[in-house]
């Protein structure tokens, strides 16, 4: 079995700030991870993953994710916020090596200008 | 490279009528799944195609949900009859081969209300 928390529904940072979206992930077996944003009316765009290489992955768009086992975290990270940051972000969870994923309920990101 | 395709973006239909929703996969992607996300609540997956057979439904949530891959291409998904908790958002995906290192690629979602 296999679930992922996403700790916070909304998360509020000024433009130019630190983002921090968290998530923790349970798995019976080895997961593989990643990271989803969807912006308004589009559809799910895959941020970046983790497959049990390097425990700190880099993403598109400046973000990045560290794999802490010792934790059961995947938490999502950028240096500085941009106003196109706004968005729906999914922490989500497989077993390393299939495609059926579970999602968890999502974290919506607003960036104050 | 064309992107996954979903038809139509928004539906509104009655309780009670059959709605039937398309899904375009990227050209060559053999695997073609479908989610859904119910008002509030979490992307659930539904069902799992390889080519034109069903390798994984037990996300599907009734018998009056019925999905077929004719010839392995394009997908559709038809709720009949809809009922008020079918209401959401409904996501197609796809990718060429399975396994996690072999991303799945969205489409942006069909929204079903039923009202």
């Known amino acids: 079995a296999q679930s992922v928390t996403q700790l916070d529904s909304h998360v509020s940072v000024s433009e130019g700030t630190p983002v921090l979206l968290r998530c923790n992930y349970s798995?019976?077996?080895?997961?593989?991870l990643f990271w989803y944003v969807q912006h308004p009316n589009k559809g799910l765009q895959l941020l970046l993953k983790?497959?049990?290489?390097?425990?700190l992955v880099k993403g598109i768009n400046g973000f990045e994710a560290e794999f802490k086992k010792s934790e059961t975290s995947f938490h999502l990270t950028k240096p500085s916020a941009h106003m196109s940051d706004a968005a729906e972000y999914f922490c989500?969870?497989?077993?390393?090596?299939?495609?059926?994923?579970?999602f968890g309920t999502g974290t919506k990101l607003q960036v104050i200008p | 490279e064309a992107g996954v395709t979903q038809f139509p973006s928004h539906s509104v239909i009655e309780k009670g009528q059959t709605v039937t929703l398309r899904c375009d996969p990227i050209s060559g992607h053999d695997n073609l799944y479908w989610y859904r996300r119910v008002m509030g609540k979490e992307i659930k997956f539904l069902l799992h195609f390889v080519k034109e057979s069903k390798q994984d439904e037990s996300g599907m949530p009734n018998n009056r949900f019925l999905a077929e891959r004719t010839g392995g291409t394009y997908s559709t998904l038809k709720v009949q009859p809809a009922e008020l908790e079918d209401s959401g958002v409904y996501f197609c995906a796809s990718s060429q081969a399975t396994g996690s290192n072999s991303p799945l690629h969205f489409g942006n979602g069909t929204r079903l209300t039923v009202t």
């Open positions: 989500v969870v497989s077993k390393s090596g299939y495609q059926k994923v579970t």
């Open positions: 798995s019976s077996y080895s997961p593989s």
């Open positions: 983790y497959t049990s290489a390097a425990t």
